[in-house]
């Protein structure tokens, strides 16, 4: 839960069509120094990445430019999320590409928190809606259940 | 956003094809690029049938097509079934909710500063 609650607000999903990107933001009630921790540390990573809560099964980080990095969840071990870092700027920001496009994680202390930005900048339209429908391929049961609620609500007849 | 009973006939066959894991899983291999039945069934370990039960599923809800080369009959993913957008941001969406939940309840088990 995001410990400010005007970041709440903010901390929606942005989709410029413009640049191909992807951009959300969170604040969390943690120094940055321990959020780029928890990004760039397999020990930690591990506990969070699997959107199902489970530990990955596997996590490799290579933390220089140029080096690889591999989570590999148990739910989807024939898809791990890989890639190659670009820029590691502790505890600033974290660039890297991965499946076709490029990542960038950006940290700022904001009144003692720390605001999370992260942006997946693709290479076109086509290819944003790929990894956009990646989110329903890698869907967890949970995450389905989510999509039915969404489907429900939004399918209501007009009056 | 408003979709008539065309549109509903259409997500509910969309709901059907992705309730199963192993459907979900074939689509992410599609993401990947067009591939043959036999290249589905190595990975999956599902017998020809079965494979084709699934791609049967996915082809009625639109998800995937057959691809260019009518011989080895590879599929691929549909590009219109990801037209709509906004149907497709909400799963991306719970999945780095769920995300940040846990980075969250992680962050908050590190009591000391890291250096």
């Given at each position: 839960m995001p410990a400010d609650p005007k970041a709440a607000s903010r901390s929606g999903f942005h989709l410029d069509r413009h640049t191909n990107t992807i951009r959300f933001i969170r604040v969390f009630a943690a120094p940055r120094v321990n959020l780029f921790a928890a990004w760039t540390r397999p020990d930690q990573v591990t506990q969070w990445w699997d959107a199902t809560g489970e530990p990955l099964t596997a996590c490799e980080i290579?933390?220089?430019?140029?080096g690889a990095f591999r989570f590999t969840t148990r739910s989807h071990p024939e898809m791990p999320f890989a890639g190659i870092y670009r820029e590691i700027v502790p505890p600033d920001h974290l660039v890297f590409e991965a499946m076709g496009s490029t990542g960038r994680v950006a940290f700022r202390e904001v009144a003692g928190q720390t605001e999370m930005t992260v942006e997946i900048v693709c290479r076109s339209a086509e290819h944003l809606e790929q990894v956009l429908s990646m989110g329903v391929a890698t869907g967890t049961s949970q995450t389905l259940d989510h999509l039915v609620a969404f489907a429900r609500r939004t399918m209501r007849p007009s009056p | 956003m408003v979709i008539d009973d065309a549109g509903t006939d259409r997500l509910n066959s969309v709901f059907q094809a992705l309730s199963d894991p192993t459907r979900r899983a074939i689509l992410a291999r599609l993401m990947a690029g067009e591939a043959t039945v036999s290249q589905l069934m190595q990975p999956f370990q599902l017998s020809q049938p079965a494979i084709s039960k699934h791609l049967k599923v996915l082809e009625a809800a639109g998800l995937i097509e057959g691809g260019r080369d009518a011989q080895r009959r590879p599929r691929r993913l549909a590009p219109q079934a990801m037209r709509d957008i906004t149907q497709w941001i909400e799963p991306f969406r719970q999945q780095w909710e769920s995300r940040c939940a846990h980075l969250d309840r992680h962050l908050a088990t590190i009591t000391t500063t890291e250096t």
């Open positions: 290579d933390l220089r430019p140029g | -």
